[in-house]
Nanobody, 118 residues
Framework: QVQLVESGGGLVQAGGSLRLSCAAS????????MGWYRQAPGKQRELVAS???????SYADSVKGRFTISRDNAKNTVDLQMNSLKPEDTAVYYC????????????WGQGTQVTVSS
């Protein structure tokens, strides 16, 4: 059973940077969609950034120009470089992976806390 393992996150001051990493436990699956979501207390989970296997990316307006998503298709890893962090970026960040192999798979990581202090 494929699992997503996240690393990174933590506490940083406003204006600082953090890097989140996520790795699938198997490299044999061909993952199409890999992305990062976040959920702040009392708010709905929102898509922060995503990248398709072919390389196309998508970002939430609130993070454009500050966050960069990257992935390694061979290793089934996805990273999120977060720069110029703001207090409003504080949330639990979740890695997400989706692919189809006879059935549709939609996998979530366990979540990692990012806290930005003002």
């Amino acid at each position: 059973q494929v699992q997503l393992v996240e690393s990174g996150g933590g506490l940083v001051q406003a204006g600082g940077s953090l890097r989140l990493s996520c790795a699938a436990s198997e490299t044999t699956v061909s993952i199409n969609f890999m992305g990062w979501y976040r959920q702040a207390p009392g708010k709905q989970r929102e898509l922060v950034a995503s990248m398709l296997r072919g390389g196309s990316t998508s970002y939430a307006d609130s993070v454009k120009g500050r966050f960069t998503i990257s992935r390694d298709n061979a290793k089934n890893t996805v990273d999120l470089q977060m720069n110029s962090l703001k207090p409003e970026d504080t949330a639990v960040y979740y890695c997400n992976a989706r692919w189809t192999d006879y059935v549709n798979y939609n996998l979530w990581g366990q979540g990692t806390q990012v806290t930005v202090s003002s």
